[in-house]
């Protein structure tokens, strides 16, 4: 069993929000392969199926960003899920808009629901599948600030971002398709 999670806030709020990437991501890869988002467990929207014929959890928690690691640690447990089993999905600023990342571990990076689930695993080796939402614009000369970022990642995409991140999700749900079927290494190999 693999248990595939997107990160995300819940509430419509925040559903084009550039920090909902991950959610996106999961929604796409249960629509491609029949799974229903429909039960609710572990403080997580999860959907149980298929995925290159390996059975998967897909899960979207609902705890809020800052909270993922206790869904997260939590549908582990209940699933039975090792942690060579886990991949998350997540926005990252550092990478350029519409780039893909997959890495087989590492630290949050300044991501706090990647700091919550290491924190709440007690270990940072796990997939991960990194999407790039890009940095945010400021004037030159200009700091960046935290609450910039906040309220950039908070943001909606713009209409041309939008169509990058539709393209970037069909890839990053082809990866997740590799990454259940063929494993970490072929995943990087093929979409980093």
């Known amino acids: 069993m693999k248990l595939i999670v997107g990160l995300g806030n819940p509430g419509r709020l925040y559903v084009n929000n550039r ?46 960003m800052n909270r993922s690691g206790e869904a997260v ?8 899920v090792a942690i060579e089993d886990l991949v998350v999905i997540y926005d990252d600023l550092d990478l350029p808009l519409g780039r893909l990342r997959v890495r087989p571990g590492g630290s949050a990076g300044g991501h706090n629901g990647m700091k ?15 999407i790039g939402i890009g940095p945010p614009v400021v004037s030159a000369g200009t700091p960046l600030r935290a609450v910039d970022t906040v309220d950039y990642v908070l943001s909606d995409f713009t209409s041309d971002e939008k ?11 082809d990866a997740v398709g590799c990454l259940v079927s063929q494993g970490v290494t072929a995943a990087m190999t093929r979409y980093n």
């Not at 629509?31 to 959907?47: N, T």
């Not at 640690?73 to 039975?80: D, N």
């Not at 169509?163 to 749900?173: D, G, P, S, W």
């Open 19 to 64: 920090h909902n990437v991950g959610f996106q991501c999961v929604d796409l890869v249960a629509r491609r392969h029949g799974i229903r988002l429909d039960r609710r467990r572990a403080r997580s929207k999860i959907g149980v199926g298929e995925v290159a014929g390996t059975p998967v959890v897909l899960a979207k928690p609902t705890t809020f």
């Open 73 to 80: 640690s939590a549908l582990m447990r209940l699933h039975k």
């Open 163 to 173: 169509a990058v991140i539709r393209e970037v999700c069909q890839t990053a749900a």
């Open 116 to 130: 919550s689930i290491i924190g709440h695993l007690g270990t940072q080796d796990f997939a991960r599948l990194r």
